[in-house]
């Protein structure tokens, strides 16, 4: 079992950026590859990042890419998503999760969402204008 505990959300205005961070229990977190989604109000779960098992690898959505970066720590059991030069459209709350594989495919972010083994409860990030 892994149990994800995200953090950092909060109310930011347009342009400015947040760091969320997400930290799970176990030893076992270098298993597995991590994810950050989202989801607006209203609007299905959409896939943000993903990052490999070592960290050496990270995909992207294309909504984000260029404005938000994935990383991780593995000696702290934490998964982090700096988000810079945030929109409106950013708004909604988001979720870590955990899966045992990496991302695959040029539109692996259409499925992403089936891979996953383990979900955070989710932290709201505001974007005002």
């Known amino acids: 079992q892994v149990q994800l505990v995200e953090s950092g959300g909060g109310l930011v205005q347009v342009g400015g950026s947040l760091r969320l961070s997400c930290t799970a229990s176990?030893?076992?977190?270098?298993?597995?590859?991590m994810d950050w989604f989202r989801q607006a109000p209203g609007k299905e779960r959409d896939s943000v990042a993903a990052?490999?098992?070592?960290?050496?690898?990270?995909y992207y959505a294309d909504s984000v890419k260029g404005r938000f970066t994935i990383s991780r720590d593995n000696a702290k059991n934490t998964v982090y998503l700096q988000m810079n030069s945030l929109k409106p459209e950013d708004t909604a709350v988001y979720y870590c999760?955990?899966?045992?594989?990496?991302?695959?495919?040029?539109?692996?972010?259409?499925?992403?969402?089936?891979?996953?083994?383990?979900w955070g409860k989710g932290t709201l990030v505001t974007v005002s204008s």
């Open positions: 176990g030893r076992t977190f270098s298993r597995y590859a």
């Open positions: 999760a955990a899966a045992l594989t990496e991302p695959s495919g040029s539109n692996w972010y259409a499925t992403r969402g089936y891979d996953m083994a383990y």
């Open positions: 990052i490999s098992w070592s960290g050496g690898r990270s």
